[in-house]
């Protein structure tokens, strides 16, 4: 609905005085949900993702209806809370995840035994910043309508999703029982809004040859974030024979193993999406090993392929470099390894500019993987996407979040990373990170993805206040959809 200037005021009145009451109560109930270890992992019986995300789904189900909402169950694969009586099930969706990357490592405190700072401003834990804490903010939100018996056309269906982290196997199945909401917002991003997302290619290489010297190695969790951790696990050779090929090198560290020597490597994690800056711990390992010169033929041509394609993280060694204006650089990141056999498994990240030429890419690739020597597991695009600026209900979301912010000059923004909004008909990602949000670390450490992550509490409550207003004043626009 329109507000006028009055009805403004006074809306804005009632959410600051209302925010302020719950502040305590939100920091609670987004502490109790990030004391669950919510890593999506492999089934297990009827848990699609897990003991870890059925955990966390049942949690957010039994917090949702101690506030009065009705909640639906989507097989284990995901949840929803739902306020509203539209007789068509017709609905605004709040899209979070509730699954986690996993903790790593380089942590002050329990990653999963939230700390608050002694001012009240920051709250640590895995899930803080990314992405439980902004579904708390959907969650009060609808508190807030139904409160204060605020009652809009459409329906607000908050969906808590458990595999955002690992692909976004948890949305097609959603889609599958209910009905898509007719417009999403995505709480996994910055406002005002992200009206456009890069496109992905989701790889997976073998490259054969390996030799029995090479045990094991292992690097990276989650496809989508630089590892900062890594080992292998090299038989044939001493701890000391290492140590001194090895000198002063650092980030690396070796110690007995009962199969041989283990080459510990630690690197600086981000979100694969921004790898300025990171260390990749699997690039870290491969030096160590072509350096200890414990590996030979070809293993050790292997290890030379390996470590020159986790050394950059533009598409050089692939010939896929491109850019544009409106999204910046493609970027490839190695971030997962493994030993399977005789083979070394690969996983790249790779995200491509919104304008990029898609058939090139996805023939390029192809052909210069194999030059290299890449078998071809998986290769597949998720294309990227974008709303135009002048899309009506896109000019609300970029009108509400200035206006409540006391930000005017806030742009639009294109996302590097990818949200459940590619996975929707008629989403976005809208917040919750408000653009001014203090690093405290800079960007060593502290966001999502990254050890001491955090949520900035007072943005917190700000955006609470964003999403009520624009729940209300996308209301007729979306309904007219």
Same mark, same amino acid.
């Given at each position: 609905?329109?507000?006028?200037?009055?009805?403004?005021?006074?809306?804005?009145?009632?959410?600051?005085?209302?925010?302020?009451?719950?502040?305590?109560?939100?920091?609670?109930?987004?502490?109790d949900?990030?004391?669950?270890?919510?890593v999506?992992?492999?089934?297990?019986?009827d848990?699609?993702?897990?003991?870890?995300?059925?955990?966390?789904?049942?949690?957010?189900?039994?917090?949702?209806?101690?506030?009065?909402f009705?909640?639906?169950?989507?097989?284990?694969?995901?949840?929803?809370?739902?306020?509203?009586?539209?007789?068509?099930?017709d609905?605004?969706?709040?899209?979070?995840?509730?699954?986690?990357?996993?903790?790593?490592n380089?942590?002050?405190?329990?990653?999963?035994?939230?700390?608050?700072?002694?001012?009240?401003?920051?709250?640590?834990?895995?899930?803080t910043?990314?992405?439980? &804490?902004?579904?708390?903010?959907?969650?009060? $939100?609808?508190?807030? =309508? *139904?409160?204060?018996?605020? !009652?809009? @056309?459409?329906?607000i269906m908050?969906?808590?999703?458990?595999?955002?982290?690992?692909?976004?196997?948890?949305?097609?199945?959603?889609?599958?029982?209910?009905?898509?909401?007719?417009?999403?917002?995505?709480?996994?991003?910055?406002?005002?809004?992200?009206?456009?997302?890069?496109?992905?290619i989701?790889?997976?290489?073998?490259?054969?040859?390996?030799?029995?010297e090479?045990?094991?190695?292992?690097?990276?969790?989650?496809t989508?974030?630089?590892?900062?951790?890594?080992?292998?696990v090299?038989?044939?050779?001493?701890?000391?024979?290492?140590?001194?090929?090895?000198?002063d090198?650092?980030?690396?560290?070796?110690?007995?193993?009962?199969?041989?020597?283990?080459?510990?490597?630690?690197?600086?994690?981000?979100?694969?999406?921004?790898?300025?800056? &990171?260390?990749?711990?699997?690039?870290?390992? $491969?030096?160590?090993? =072509? *350096?200890?010169?414990?590996? !030979?033929? @070809?293993?050790?041509?292997?290890?030379e392929?390996?470590?020159?394609?986790?050394?950059?993280y533009?598409?050089?060694?692939?010939?896929?470099?491109?850019?544009?204006?409106?999204?910046?650089?493609?970027?490839?990141?190695?971030?997962?390894?493994r030993?399977?056999?005789d083979?070394?498994?690969?996983?790249?990240?790779?995200?491509?500019?919104?304008?990029?030429?898609?058939?090139?890419?996805?023939?390029?690739?192809?052909?210069?993987?194999?030059?290299?020597?890449?078998?071809?597991?998986?290769?597949?695009?998720?294309?990227?996407?974008?709303?135009?600026?002048?899309?009506?209900?896109?000019?609300?979301?970029?009108?509400?979040?200035?206006?409540?912010?006391?930000?005017?000059?806030?742009?639009?923004?294109?996302?590097?990373?990818?949200?459940?909004?590619?996975?929707l008909?008629?989403?976005?990602?809208?917040?919750?990170?408000?653009?001014?949000?203090?690093?405290?670390?800079?960007?060593?450490?502290?966001?999502?993805?990254?050890a001491?992550?955090?949520?900035?509490i007072?943005?917190?409550?700000?955006?609470?206040?964003?999403?009520?207003?624009?729940?209300?004043?996308?209301?007729?626009?979306?309904?007219?959809?």
């Amino acid at each position: 609905m329109t507000l006028t200037k009055e009805q403004k005021e006074k809306l804005n009145a009632e959410l600051d005085q209302w925010v302020e009451a719950h502040r305590e109560e939100y920091i609670k109930d987004v502490s109790d949900l990030c004391r669950i270890r919510s890593v999506s992992e492999e089934a297990v019986g009827d848990k699609p993702f897990g003991e870890g995300c059925y955990e966390m789904l049942m949690a957010s189900f039994r917090l949702a209806e101690s506030y009065g909402f009705s909640t639906k169950n989507y097989d284990n694969y995901c949840g929803s809370a739902i306020y509203g009586d539209n007789p068509n099930g017709d609905s605004i969706g709040i899209i979070a995840h509730m699954d986690i990357v996993p903790e790593g490592n380089g942590w002050t405190h329990d990653p999963f035994d939230p700390y608050l700072s002694e001012d009240g401003k920051y709250l640590f834990g895995r899930g803080t910043a990314d992405d439980k &804490a902004p579904a708390m903010v959907g969650l009060y $939100a609808m508190r807030f =309508l *139904k409160e204060h018996d605020i !009652h809009l @056309k459409n329906n607000i269906m908050l969906v808590f999703g458990l595999n955002e982290e690992k692909g976004s196997a948890d949305m097609p199945e959603f889609l599958k029982r209910e009905k898509a909401p007719k417009w999403s917002l995505v709480p996994d991003s910055k406002f005002p809004v992200g009206h456009a997302e890069i496109g992905f290619i989701r790889a997976k290489f073998a490259v054969p040859g390996l030799g029995d010297e090479l045990v094991d190695i292992h690097g990276g969790e989650a496809t989508n974030s630089v590892p900062d951790r890594a080992y292998a696990v090299v038989s044939g050779c001493t701890v000391d024979e290492v140590r001194e090929k090895l000198g002063d090198m650092e980030r690396i560290t070796v110690e007995e193993d009962e199969k041989g020597v283990r080459f510990l490597a630690t690197g600086n994690s981000q979100h694969a999406s921004r790898p300025a800056g &990171a260390v990749n711990a699997n690039n870290v390992l $491969a030096r160590a090993l =072509l *350096k200890a010169e414990v590996l !030979h033929g @070809k293993t050790r041509e292997v290890m030379e392929l390996f470590e020159k394609l986790t050394s950059h993280y533009y598409g050089e060694d692939l010939g896929i470099c491109c850019e544009d204006e409106m999204s910046g650089k493609l970027t490839c990141v190695f971030t997962w390894v493994r030993k399977e056999q005789d083979k070394l498994i690969l996983k790249p990240d790779i995200r491509y500019p919104v304008t990029a030429d898609q058939k090139f890419l996805m023939d390029t690739l192809p052909q210069n993987a194999q030059k290299l020597g890449l078998e071809i597991l998986d290769l597949s695009n998720n294309p990227a996407f974008h709303f135009p600026l002048d899309h009506p209900v896109v000019e609300k979301l970029i009108e509400v979040p200035r206006e409540v912010l006391g930000m005017p000059d806030i742009p639009p923004i294109v996302l590097a990373g990818g949200t459940y909004a590619r996975s929707l008909p008629n989403a976005v990602s809208f917040g919750v990170t408000v653009p001014d949000r203090v690093r405290l670390f800079g960007f060593e450490k502290g966001g999502a993805h990254q050890a001491d992550e955090y949520g900035d509490i007072p943005n917190l409550m700000r955006s609470i206040k964003v999403y009520v207003r624009t729940l209300i004043e996308i209301d007729d626009i979306v309904a007219d959809l």
